[in-house]
């Protein structure tokens, strides 16, 4: 049986290398009771993330459309002059997790020598994908493919010498053909190597500096190696509360995304209204049941609605397959991989690009995106890796998840890609963004049944992220302690659906969420920069199996 800490984390199995140090779990922490509630809180960090939540929170509902104009601001400064640098920063990332899987550091087991895996690898995978990728998956599976093929067909526009159109790199004006090809590349380019590339590297840095050093199962841990005891000082202090803000808003993103598609979905099957008031609704009821998921732990909620979804998810993409086009299907699957490895030095390169609009507003987004949720979907994955090697979690996390991203969009892209090209129906590619997956289901069978369940995985999706995203938070804000007083999560989950409801109401909508999340995104990358040298010092350290 597997000992724990009294914080929680379990202890070293087989040899380790672990850092000597005086600081002690949870010791700068605040430890009581309100009445009948208890907290264990980390000072400073809970109470500066926790105000300025809170003073956002209430900025946002008081100066809606002064907020909306920062916000917007924020947006275009940070795409327009900092797109190389995450585009650098995300090829940086992916060479990294690569040499891990070759080099002789591969070899080390997280926990020790003699550790042994805590979950299988079914319930493994199932939970990487629910947190990872769930909500962005069932938003955009249909969305960016058909927008990425229709931008690539329409070609280029340039007006006063610089281009004006959506379409990835040189376009494919009038070949759909090439659009298909290059629309799928795009979009796998998106959802492949690089996005999982960045959960890696936070993942195996917290696993590393927890299991096998024996530090609090936070982001500043890992940055031990450089800072020394000063990551237990102001240090340490500013990483977590960066890693707080990026996480918080980068869920709130997600989350916003979730609401909306959700409400399109009940829209078309049962007329419920579309707009704010039923948005705010369903982020309210969302976040209730995922209160009731956070009060249940780790292996009762998360883990359980996890699953539940990975089997509705695999459900869906079977049927999909199977009464779309299977054959042209499996076929843009293969083609698709191939177009995406031809593009690939293209599509990450991060000078001298003319697709302005594509990098800035596509890529640069997205790599803030899955920068701002690593700290959360990173530490969710440290939580459930205990065991794995170097070289079998960066393969799995980085490989694995790849490809069955490309096989979900190559299903859900290619049906709707096919409709338009072989039927003729454009309903899908002339919807809205968060309509087009109902819209894509309406034209094949039993569409009211199809959809529903599209509409069960968005909710769900919802609730495992806010349960997850909630877990990781708490963590953070309890100096790494893992099994911190019920409460704390409450507080933390209702926060994430109110940043939501308020980032959604100010004047931007959900260009409000896409600015919020590229600007808490950007500190944080260099923070994962700095991590990728903690994380190669740590390693030569550990003895290998």
Same mark, same amino acid.
Not at 73 to 94: G, P, R
Not at 274 to 280: D, H, M, N, P, R
Not at 292 to 320: H, Q, W
Not at 410 to 430: H, K
């Given at each position: 049986?597997?000992?724990?800490?009294?914080?929680?984390?379990?202890?070293?199995?087989?040899?380790?290398?672990?850092?000597?140090?005086?600081?002690?779990?949870?010791?700068? @922490?605040?430890?009581?009771?309100?009445?009948?509630?208890?907290?264990?809180?980390?000072?400073?960090?809970?109470?500066?993330?926790?105000? !300025?939540?809170?003073?956002?929170?209430? $900025?946002?509902?008081?100066?809606?459309?002064?907020?909306?104009?920062?916000?917007?601001?924020?947006?275009?400064?940070?795409?327009?002059?900092?797109? +190389?640098?995450?585009?650098?920063? !995300?090829?940086?990332?992916?060479?990294?997790?690569?040499?891990?899987?070759?080099?002789?550091?591969?070899?080390?087991?997280?926990?020790?020598?003699?550790?042994?895996?805590?979950?299988?690898?079914?319930?493994?995978? !199932?939970?990487?994908?629910?947190?990872?990728?769930?909500?962005?998956?069932?938003?955009?599976?249909?969305?960016?493919?058909?927008?990425?093929?229709?931008?690539?067909?329409?070609?280029?526009?340039?007006?006063?010498?610089?281009?004006?159109?959506?379409?990835?790199?040189?376009?494919?004006?009038?070949?759909?053909?090439? /659009?298909?090809?290059?629309?799928?590349?795009?979009?796998?380019?998106?959802?492949?190597?690089?996005? +999982?590339?960045?959960?890696?590297?936070?993942?195996?840095?917290?696993?590393?500096?927890?299991?096998?050093?024996?530090?609090?199962?936070?982001?500043?841990?890992?940055?031990?190696?450089?800072?020394?005891?000063?990551?237990?000082?102001?240090?340490?202090?500013?990483?977590?509360?960066?890693?707080?803000?990026?996480?918080?808003?980068?869920?709130?993103?997600?989350?916003?995304?979730?609401?909306?598609?959700?409400?399109?979905?009940?829209?078309?099957?049962?007329?419920?209204?579309?707009?704010?008031?039923?948005?705010?609704?369903?982020?309210?009821?969302?976040?209730?049941?995922?209160?009731?998921?956070?009060?249940?732990?780790?292996?009762?909620?998360?883990?359980?609605?996890?699953?539940? @979804?990975?089997?509705?998810?695999?459900?869906?993409?079977?049927?999909?397959?199977?009464?779309?086009?299977?054959?042209?299907?499996?076929?843009?699957?293969?083609?698709?991989?191939?177009? $995406?490895?031809?593009?690939?030095?293209?599509?990450?390169?991060?000078?001298?690009?003319?697709?302005?609009?594509? %990098?800035?507003? +596509?890529?640069?987004?997205?790599?803030?995106?899955?920068?701002?949720?690593?700290?959360?979907?990173?530490?969710?994955?440290?939580?459930?890796?205990?065991?794995?090697?170097?070289?079998?979690?960066?393969?799995?996390?980085?490989?694995?998840?790849?490809?069955?991203?490309?096989?979900?969009?190559?299903?859900?892209?290619?049906?709707?890609?096919?409709?338009?090209?072989?039927?003729?129906?454009?309903?899908?590619?002339?919807?809205?963004?968060?309509?087009?997956?109902?819209?894509?289901?309406?034209?094949?069978?039993?569409?009211?049944?199809?959809?529903?369940?599209?509409? %069960?995985?968005?909710?769900?999706?919802?609730?495992?992220?806010?349960?997850?995203?909630?877990?990781?938070?708490?963590?953070?804000?309890?100096?790494?302690?893992?099994? /911190?007083?019920?409460?704390?999560?409450?507080?933390?989950?209702?926060?994430?659906?109110?940043?939501?409801?308020?980032?959604?109401?100010?004047?931007?909508?959900?260009?409000?969420?896409?600015?919020?999340?590229?600007?808490?995104?950007?500190?944080?990358?260099?923070?994962?920069?700095?991590?990728?040298?903690?994380?190669?010092?740590?390693?030569?350290?550990?003895?290998?199996?």
């Amino acid at each position: 049986m597997t000992e724990v800490t009294p914080e929680g984390i379990p202890a070293p199995e087989g040899a380790v290398e672990q850092i000597q140090t005086d600081y002690e779990i949870g010791q700068d @922490n605040f430890e009581g009771n309100l009445g009948r509630i208890a907290f264990d809180i980390h000072n400073p960090v809970f109470a500066i993330s926790g105000a !300025a939540v809170v003073a956002f929170v209430f $900025y946002t509902l008081a100066l809606p459309d002064q907020a909306g104009a920062v916000f917007s601001w924020l947006f275009s400064t940070v795409t327009q002059k900092f797109d +190389w640098f995450f585009l650098t920063a !995300a090829n940086i990332f992916v060479l990294f997790c690569l040499f891990l899987i070759v080099s002789p550091l591969g070899r080390v087991r997280l926990g020790g020598a003699d550790a042994t895996a805590d979950y299988s690898y079914l319930g493994w995978f !199932a939970m990487l994908f629910a947190a990872g990728m769930g909500i962005g998956l069932m938003f955009y599976g249909v969305s960016e493919p058909l927008t990425h093929f229709s931008t690539a067909l329409g070609g280029t526009s340039v007006e006063e010498g610089a281009r004006t159109d959506w379409a990835p790199l040189g376009a494919a004006a009038g070949d759909t053909e090439a /659009a298909i090809r290059l629309g799928m590349a795009a979009t796998i380019f998106h959802w492949g190597l690089h996005p +999982w590339g960045i959960y890696a590297i936070v993942g195996l840095s917290l696993a590393l500096f927890s299991y096998n050093k024996g530090l609090p199962l936070t982001i500043r841990s890992a940055f031990y190696p450089i800072f020394g005891e000063r990551v237990w000082g102001w240090t340490g202090h500013v990483i977590d509360i960066i890693a707080v803000f990026a996480t918080l808003f980068g869920l709130a993103t997600s989350l916003g995304f979730g609401a909306t598609q959700a409400n399109a979905g009940l829209n078309a099957l049962f007329g419920v209204p579309v707009g704010a008031t039923t948005e705010v609704l369903l982020i309210t009821a969302i976040t209730a049941v995922a209160l009731v998921s956070v009060t249940r732990g780790l292996d009762g909620g998360v883990k359980i609605l996890s699953e539940i @979804n990975m089997g509705l998810a695999a459900l869906l993409l079977v049927f999909v397959l199977l009464v779309g086009p299977t054959v042209a299907i499996l076929s843009t699957f293969g083609s698709s991989l191939l177009a $995406y490895l031809e593009f690939l030095p293209a599509l990450s390169n991060p000078v001298g690009r003319e697709d302005a609009n594509f %990098v800035q507003g +596509w890529t640069a987004f997205y790599w803030a995106w899955w920068i701002s949720w690593s700290p959360f979907v990173g530490m969710f994955i440290a939580r459930v890796s205990r065991g794995r090697t170097v070289r079998e979690f960066v393969t799995c996390v980085l490989l694995i998840p790849s490809l069955v991203c490309v096989l979900w969009m190559s299903v859900f892209g290619g049906v709707a890609i096919q409709q338009v090209v072989q039927d003729g129906y454009t309903a899908a590619q002339d919807a809205e963004l968060p309509v087009q997956l109902f819209e894509m289901l309406a034209a094949l069978p039993l569409a009211q049944i199809t959809s529903f369940i599209g509409i %069960v995985l968005v909710i769900v999706f919802f609730v495992t992220s806010s349960d997850s995203g909630s877990l990781v938070i708490d963590t953070i804000t309890a100096g790494g302690k893992i099994d /911190a007083p019920v409460p704390q999560r409450v507080f933390w989950c209702v926060f994430e659906g109110a940043v939501a409801i308020v980032l959604l109401l100010s004047a931007g909508g959900l260009e409000s969420l896409q600015s919020m999340v590229i600007s808490t995104g950007l500190p944080f990358t260099i923070v994962l920069l700095i991590m990728c040298y903690a994380i190669f010092k740590g390693l030569r350290s550990e003895p290998k199996s």
